[in-house]
């Protein structure tokens, strides 16, 4: 997704003069083009993101339209307060574009890994917050909702979805097969689940913004299910709380995947992580085939 | 001068009733920058559109309000710190007309303001963005953060007002503050902070840098039982507190 980033945001730079990209020191090789045609548009900031997200606010309240990116815990944790104060309650434009996720930089240990993006960033109320699962999903998502009034978070990863949806900012895709079990998932988690989906006929929820989120299609769903399964891949936490909105909750069994509340203190790769946290059409095939044997 | 002193006076005995009003109000800080916000107004930001202030020490904002309202920017500020006021003890950009940034946090107006500043480069623009920062608000890593910033992007559009009222001497005392914004690539002027001429003249040579302007200034400057008595940084003002300036303004 960083290269679909950086061609995203290159072909912007050309119809929208209002653009004005800064840097955390990262990333910056991948922007040479940029710096070299908008010198005046695109900084290296440096390795201070508390005062590039105050900054990038500065710009915006001078009606600029800010990308700012960086490593995700160094945007959303470390400047979390300058984005809840100087956009969240500013209600300026701005775009907050991560890359690591939760853990793709595995064997760079904890500090640089970030599965409380999610949880932060939902509570700035005024955060729009997307997670998109693929390199297309991003473009889409991205020319859709950058110019909004609001603060969007973007969460990128180097790892994407085979299977590409048409996505719209806002809205969740939907597969209906009139099953009693639907499947949530958040981002790039398809990998995991999506041979599923039609080994056992489950309908499928896929979501690609998280704020706002689509109420609407969890009202239809909750209809005919009676178990959700959610793949989330970072803390849980927004979801179960969207979730817990619909009126007949009390009749349908949760389930979630997602990254449990410690330090992942392990190395190796993203995948070792994975395996190790559940996230692998294996295990989610043992919760499906649990549910599968309930009563009805 | 006995003219300005008189009305300096009054903006001084507004602060005072609405913090007595209100129950709220970082009274000693307001006081300190009054002076300054009230020539930045009067000499810059009512004449040119163009220039922008941001206050950064939120806390001192009664300061602010009270030079708003001088210039009918603002109205109903009787309300302060009522339920449904839009006047707090530190000021909302989206309520208030002439709040660039919501401060109260200390450390964020100011990068906010060299955005501003580069914003205004990137577009061409003219006009100066004034920040006004505080001595104890210069603990904060995003002050020095951004010193370096304005001046690698040579934002010689930007001034950084230093409201240094001694606040930070009894936590993190900063010595030898000038030398440390020169080191920092930036112009810098001492000056008396209440003296509305000697911000003049430091304004006008700004130069081809950021410039910065130390202004000493007293904590609870005209309130001579407030100066520089730091327990009443944020002690509730009565209308026992008024009747005693009034005492003082009297003689």
Redesign the interface.
């Given at each position: 997704m960083r290269k679909q980033f950086i061609k995203t945001v290159t072909n912007l730079f050309k119809k929208d003069k209002k653009i004005?990209t800064l840097l955390g020191d990262i990333g910056v090789f991948g922007f040479r083009d940029l710096f070299k045609s908008y010198p005046?548009?695109i900084?290296n900031?440096?390795i201070?993101e508390?005062?590039?997200i105050?900054?990038?606010?500065?710009?915006?309240?001078?009606?600029?339209k800010?990308i700012v990116h960086t490593i995700a815990p160094f945007i959303v944790s470390r400047a979390f307060?300058?984005l809840k104060?100087?956009f969240g309650?500013?209600?300026l434009n701005g775009n907050f574009v991560s890359i690591g996720a939760s853990y793709d930089y595995a064997s760079l240990g904890c500090t640089h890994h970030c599965p409380e993006d999610i949880n932060l960033m939902y509570n700035i109320p005024n955060m729009q917050i997307v997670a998109p699962g693929s390199s297309e999903e991003f473009d889409n998502l991205f020319n859709q909702s950058y110019a909004n009034k609001n603060p969007t978070y973007f969460r990128l990863s180097d790892y994407e979805n085979e299977k590409k949806f048409k996505v719209r900012f806002g809205r969740a895709n939907f597969i209906d097969n009139k099953s009693k079990i639907t499947i949530l998932a958040v981002g790039p988690v398809l990998n995991f689940i999506y041979p599923l989906i039609y080994k056992y006929n489950l309908n499928l929820i896929y979501l690609t913004t998280i704020r706002p989120f689509d109420q609407n299609i969890l009202k239809k769903i909750s209809k005919k299910s009676n178990s959700i399964i959610i793949i989330e891949p970072f803390y849980s936490g927004a979801i179960i709380n969207e979730i817990i909105k619909l009126k007949d909750i009390n009749n349908i069994n949760i389930k979630n995947v997602s990254v449990p509340f410690k330090f992942l203190t392990n190395y190796g790769t993203k995948k070792q992580h994975d395996d190790k946290l559940g996230f692998s059409i294996q295990k989610i095939e043992k919760i499906i085939k649990k549910l599968n044997k309930r009563p009805i | 001068m006995a003219k300005n002193k008189l009305e300096t006076d009054k903006l001084i005995h507004r602060i005072l009733t609405l913090a007595s009003k209100g129950g709220e109000g970082h009274v000693p800080s307001s006081l300190s920058i009054l002076d300054i916000i009230d020539t930045l107004y009067e000499k810059f930001i009512t004449k040119n559109k163009s220039n922008k202030f941001v206050l950064s020490k939120g806390h001192g904002c009664l300061a602010f309000y009270v030079v708003l309202e001088k210039h009918s920017i603002i109205k109903n500020l009787d309300t302060f710190c009522s339920f449904n006021s839009n006047f707090g003890g530190h000021p909302d950009k989206n309520k208030i007309k002439g709040v660039e940034s919501s401060t109260g946090s200390l450390g964020h107006g100011f990068p906010f303001a060299c955005g501003a500043a580069l914003a205004k480069k990137i577009k061409n623009e003219k006009g100066k963005i004034f920040s006004l920062i505080g001595d104890g608000e210069c603990n904060e890593g995003t002050i020095w953060e951004s010193l370096l910033i304005a001046s690698h992007h040579n934002l010689d559009n930007l001034i950084c007002i230093i409201d240094k009222n001694k606040s930070t001497d009894r936590s993190l005392k900063i010595d030898d503050l000038k030398n440390k914004l020169i080191s920092f690539n930036w112009d810098c002027f001492v000056i008396n902070g209440h003296s509305k001429k000697a911000l003049l003249t430091s304004i006008s040579k700004q130069k081809k840098k950021p410039l910065a302007i130390i202004a000493n200034t007293i904590k609870g400057k005209g309130v001579t039982f407030m100066e520089n008595n730091p327990e009443w940084h944020h002690k509730k003002v009565d209308k026992e507190t008024i009747k005693k300036f009034e005492l003082i303004l009297e003689k």
């Open positions: 004005v005046k548009r900084y900031i440096g201070l508390q005062s590039m105050s900054m990038a606010a500065g710009l915006s309240n001078e009606g600029m800010p307060e300058q104060i100087d309650y500013n209600k | -």
